[in-house]
């Protein structure tokens, strides 16, 4: 009876550590979360050497981990989206905002990085009330605040989120917002 319960509780302490070896194995190591910038007043140029009469130049801007920066401009608006370098077909579409966007003076994007490699960016982005008078819907005089915008890129899409500018360490936030979501 001693040597099947010496097997026995040997048995259990060996069952024990590959559990145990197993379940440490599984949970994957944190990821290390940093962040790197686009300056807009500096990292951005013309997207093509000429356009077309009567047409806006759109912008190609510094990215990471093979995306960029594209800005271009319809009637009142600066559209600003991530792209992926060699596949068009891979555009996040970031924010739509006024005319000279990339040109306000101390203009970032933030990107979100994992273990080194991008998967969101954070810009700042300024909300207006609705234009009654026909004139451009980004008119000073309808601001009615600013955030910061969180969005994923391809394989995070489902990190979507804003932080009020307004919000004591609102940066911090919208890092903690896009950091909490990466899987």
């Given at each position: 009876?001693?040597?099947?319960?010496?097997?026995?509780?040997?048995?259990?302490?060996?069952?024990?550590?590959?559990?145990?070896?197993?379940?440490?194995?599984?949970?994957?190591?944190?990821?290390?979360?940093?962040?790197?910038?686009?300056?807009?007043?500096?990292?951005?140029?013309?997207?093509?050497?000429?356009?077309?009469?009567?047409?806006?130049?759109?912008?190609?801007?510094?990215?990471?981990?093979?995306?960029?920066?594209?800005?271009?401009?319809?009637?009142?608006a600066s559209h600003i989206n991530a792209q992926?370098?060699?596949?068009?077909?891979?555009?996040?579409?970031?924010?739509?905002?006024?005319?000279?966007?990339?040109?306000?003076?101390?203009?970032?994007?933030?990107?979100?990085?994992?273990?080194?490699?991008?998967?969101?960016?954070?810009?700042?982005?300024?909300?207006?009330?609705?234009?009654?008078?026909?004139?451009?819907?980004?008119?000073?005089?309808?601001?009615?605040?600013?955030?910061?915008?969180?969005?994923?890129?391809?394989?995070?899409?489902?990190?979507?989120?804003?932080?009020?500018?307004?919000?004591?360490d609102a940066n911090v936030k919208a890092r903690?917002?896009?950091?909490?979501?990466?899987?």
């Amino acid at each position: 009876m001693p040597k099947i319960k010496s097997a026995f509780i040997g048995l259990t302490v060996i069952l024990s550590l590959c559990l145990a070896t197993v379940g440490n194995a599984s949970k994957a190591p944190a990821a290390k979360f940093t962040s790197a910038y686009t300056d807009l007043n500096k990292d951005c140029k013309d997207a093509f050497k000429e356009v077309g009469e009567g047409q806006d130049m759109p912008l190609r801007c510094k990215g990471y981990g093979g995306y960029y920066l594209y800005i271009y401009y319809s009637a009142w608006a600066s559209h600003i989206n991530a792209q992926m370098r060699g596949n068009d077909d891979v555009t996040i579409s970031l924010a739509m905002q006024e005319l000279g966007y990339s040109d306000a003076k101390g203009r970032k994007v933030e990107w979100r990085m994992a273990d080194g490699k991008p998967f969101a960016v954070i810009l700042r982005v300024s909300h207006y009330k609705e234009s009654t008078d026909g004139n451009s819907p980004f008119d000073e005089k309808l601001k009615t605040g600013e955030s910061l915008v969180v969005k994923g890129l391809k394989g995070y899409e489902h990190i979507d989120g804003s932080v009020d500018a307004k919000t004591p360490d609102a940066n911090v936030k919208a890092r903690q917002l896009a950091d909490s979501q990466y899987k």
